[in-house]
């Protein structure tokens, strides 16, 4: 469904940083990668993940800003990945081929989880011990530099990289492909703390094959496991199917949303708020659409939903589903839908997270604590399954743009 493109430089046009549509150009670097659900997951899994991974970037963020981040500081439960995005990365010259989580919550490439790493002519090992703490796992292990393949002829060479020698919660992949903000970084090289990494996007930049450091995502929702149904685009906005115009917005301000992929929104169910502008991120790691608790409980009320004890995710009846109203996620000046089909999971799947087979399971969850703490949502693969996402290093701002699948019913 996505074939590998070759090599090709884009020039992108400078657009405006305020939320209004602009033309698509049709050039692409690709790379495609799998949607994958644990075997050892199950919803309860899920909704810690999601919710420990949320604490932990809270935790994270504000840290960076006290100016007291140690990365080797744990104290959140680890929970095995329940859904991961996944993408096949060469390293090594002849590379190895490295299955990793792609992650826009974190900026470090690491390897060595399943398939060991394997040092060629071009890795150099430069003996600086590197740890993260993702809340949903973790690694440590030592830094080396090496040639990195993200596609047929996408190379970047001298990439700083990871090699566990321990790492936890990444059963089903070999490590983490990082597109945060290099900020992220700080801190990893644990005995040069205020060290901040090159990353891959930054890389790919500098060293002159791409024009913009500018990444978009983008997925296709799926009712299979596994399934190759999204794709990586490095240095244009184009994906592989029709979108709608891109609207940009400037990154948030607002701590610790501002250390991530931070934007501010609102939330409206139907023509109710239920979320008043406040700040949050964009997250692939996110299986869930996240909200404040008191956003939760609006959403919770408004429905008619009920907590199901299974999976730790609201269900609804089906007469409930048939008036379900849209979500609306206010973004700049730009509303955006997610209809009732969107807010709930592919039935086909719910075996796998532990449910009811003809059970109707929404996707939007309790982040887990109330508005007001700066990091009020996480607009997870939920989200971005339905709306193509680009994040813009170059213009500090992050684009949103409807497709063929926002008002598809798939699930």
Same mark, same amino acid.
């Given at each position: 469904?996505?074939?590998?493109?070759?090599?090709?430089?884009?020039?992108?046009?400078?657009?405006?940083?305020?939320?209004?549509?602009?033309?698509?150009?049709?050039?692409?670097?690709?790379?495609?990668? @799998?949607?994958?659900?644990?075997?050892?997951?199950?919803?309860?899994?899920? +909704?810690?993940?999601?919710?420990?991974?949320?604490?932990?970037?809270?935790?994270?963020?504000?840290?960076?800003?006290?100016?007291?981040?140690?990365?080797?500081? /744990?104290?959140?439960?680890?929970?095995?990945?329940?859904?991961?995005?996944?993408?096949?990365?060469?390293?090594?010259?002849?590379?190895?081929?490295?299955?990793?989580?792609?992650?826009?919550?974190?900026?470090?490439?690491?390897?060595?989880?399943?398939?060991?790493?394997?040092?060629?002519?071009?890795?150099?090992?430069?003996?600086?011990?590197?740890?993260?703490?993702?809340?949903?796992?973790?690694?440590?292990?030592?830094?080396?530099?090496?040639?990195?393949?993200?596609?047929?002829?996408?190379?970047?060479?001298? %990439?700083?990289?990871?090699?566990?020698?321990?790492? *936890? /919660?990444?059963?089903?992949?070999?490590? &983490?492909?990082?597109?945060?903000?290099?900020?992220?970084?700080?801190?990893?090289?644990?005995?040069?703390?205020?060290?901040?990494?090159?990353? +891959?996007? %930054?890389?790919?930049?500098?060293?002159?094959?791409? *024009?913009?450091?500018?990444?978009?995502?983008?997925?296709?929702?799926?009712?299979?496991?596994?399934?190759?149904?999204?794709?990586?685009?490095?240095?244009?906005?184009?994906?592989?199917?029709?979108?709608?115009?891109?609207?940009?917005?400037?990154?948030?301000?607002?701590?610790?949303?501002?250390?991530?992929?931070? &934007?501010?929104? *609102?939330?409206?169910?139907?023509? $109710?708020?239920?979320? @008043?502008?406040? @700040?949050? &991120?964009?997250?692939?790691?996110?299986?869930?659409?996240?909200?404040?608790?008191?956003?939760?409980?609006?959403?919770?009320?408004?429905?008619?939903?009920?907590?199901?004890?299974?999976?730790?995710?609201?269900?609804?009846?089906?007469?409930?589903?048939?008036?379900? %109203?849209?979500?609306?996620?206010?973004?700049?000046?730009?509303?955006?839908?997610?209809?009732?089909?969107? %807010?709930?999971?592919?039935? *086909?799947?719910?075996?796998?997270?532990?449910?009811?087979?003809?059970?109707?399971?929404? &996707?939007?969850?309790?982040?887990?604590?109330?508005?007001?703490?700066?990091? $009020?949502?996480?607009?997870?693969?939920?989200?971005?399954?339905?709306?193509?996402?680009?994040?813009?290093?170059?213009?500090?701002?992050?684009?949103?743009?409807?497709?063929?699948?926002? $008002?598809?019913?798939?699930?």
């Amino acid at each position: 469904m996505f074939p590998a493109a070759s090599l090709v430089t884009t020039l992108l046009l400078i657009l405006s940083i305020v939320a209004t549509p602009v033309e698509v150009r049709t050039t692409r670097v690709t790379l495609p990668f @799998a949607k994958r659900i644990s075997a050892n997951g199950g919803a309860i899994n899920l +909704v810690k993940h999601d919710q420990a991974r949320a604490a932990t970037l809270k935790d994270r963020g504000s840290a960076i800003q006290n100016g007291k981040l140690d990365r080797r500081d /744990g104290g959140i439960a680890v929970t095995n990945e329940a859904v991961s995005y996944v993408a096949a990365v060469g390293v090594g010259d002849p590379a190895t081929i490295y299955n990793l989580f792609v992650d826009t919550g974190s900026s470090n490439i690491w390897v060595g989880a399943g398939t060991p790493y394997t040092p060629t002519s071009t890795s150099m090992n430069t003996g600086e011990p590197v740890s993260v703490t993702y809340g949903s796992g973790s690694f440590s292990g030592e830094e080396w530099l090496d040639t990195v393949s993200l596609c047929s002829g996408l190379t970047i060479t001298g %990439q700083s990289i990871g090699v566990a020698s321990t790492s *936890s /919660g990444s059963s089903g992949v070999d490590g &983490i492909l990082g597109l945060g903000p290099e900020s992220l970084t700080e801190g990893t090289l644990t005995d040069e703390p205020d060290t901040l990494i090159p990353t +891959v996007t %930054q890389n790919l930049y500098t060293q002159g094959t791409i *024009s913009e450091e500018v990444v978009g995502v983008f997925f296709a929702p799926t009712t299979t496991e596994p399934f190759t149904n999204g794709e990586l685009i490095f240095g244009s906005t184009d994906p592989s199917g029709d979108i709608g115009g891109i609207s940009y917005v400037p990154l948030t301000t607002t701590s610790p949303s501002s250390f991530y992929w931070g &934007i501010n929104q *609102s939330i409206m169910y139907g023509s $109710d708020t239920v979320l @008043a502008e406040t @700040a949050g &991120i964009v997250d692939t790691g996110t299986t869930l659409i996240l909200i404040a608790s008191n956003a939760y409980s609006a959403y919770q009320s408004a429905t008619g939903a009920t907590l199901d004890d299974n999976t730790g995710l609201l269900q609804l009846t089906t007469a409930q589903y048939d008036v379900l %109203q849209n979500l609306n996620f206010n973004i700049g000046s730009v509303a955006y839908a997610l209809i009732p089909n969107g %807010q709930i999971w592919p039935r *086909s799947l719910n075996t796998y997270i532990g449910g009811t087979t003809d059970a109707i399971y929404s &996707i939007v969850n309790d982040i887990g604590s109330p508005s007001g703490e700066g990091l $009020d949502f996480i607009n997870g693969q939920a989200f971005l399954e339905r709306f193509y996402c680009v994040f813009d290093s170059t213009n500090h701002r992050i684009g949103f743009a409807t497709t063929n699948y926002t $008002d598809a019913t798939t699930n």
